[in-house]
């Protein structure tokens, strides 16, 4: 038996393909209701999904360029690997949502609550964090680039300078500008 045969008879039974629920997609569209939904590597781009519950939902991989996510309900959703340049969450609840090496550059997340929200390893370029509250969120291995801050609450934050991690204090009036970065 060649060699190429035999490792795919081992892996044959072990290796699965993962993609968005084309019945849920559709749930999305029509409703904007789509909790626990499974959304992985979907194509959500320039849709307006402004005040969705997207709670639970599994969005790994999604591409959201350019999606209107205003006051929508991210609590807890799965946001790995997810495209989100030049989206618009403005008032978005993504309280402990997962953004692990998510592309965020342009992205405007003015007035969005992302509590303990994993942001490890994003790529944040451009992007707006204005009267966000990111209390507890973790930022490790994540460099930003014209980032905007002004008035955001980062009180416990974990945050990385390039050389070493910070955590945000949370007495006093501490700005990200403050931190020795």
């Known amino acids: 038996m060649p060699v190429g045969t035999a490792v795919l008879i081992v892996l044959g039974g072990t290796v699965t393909a993962q993609a968005a629920n084309p019945d849920d997609i559709e749930q999305l569209i029509n409703t904007k209701q789509c909790a626990d939904c499974d959304l992985v590597d979907a194509d959500l781009r320039r849709l307006n999904l402004a005040g969705a519950d997207l709670s639970n939902a599994n969005l790994e991989g999604a591409n959201l360029f350019y999606t ?9 959703a799965n ?56 209390q507890d969120a973790n930022f490790d291995a994540t460099l930003f680039h014209d980032v905007n801050f002004d008035g955001a609450n980062l009180c416990g934050a974990i945050l990385w300078s390039g050389t070493e991690y910070r955590q945000v204090p949370c007495e006093g009036d501490v700005g990200i500008q403050d931190l020795e970065m």
């Open 68 to 76: 209107v996510l205003d006051d929508a309900n991210l609590e807890g």
């Open 79 to 134: 946001l790995a690997f997810t495209n989100l340049a030049n989206a618009s969450l403005q008032a978005a609840n993504l309280k402990e949502a997962d953004l692990f090496r998510s592309l965020l550059n342009g992205a405007n997340f003015s007035g969005a609550t992302l509590m303990g929200a994993t942001l490890i390893e994003s790529f944040i370029d451009q992007t707006l964090f204005i009267g966000a509250v990111l």
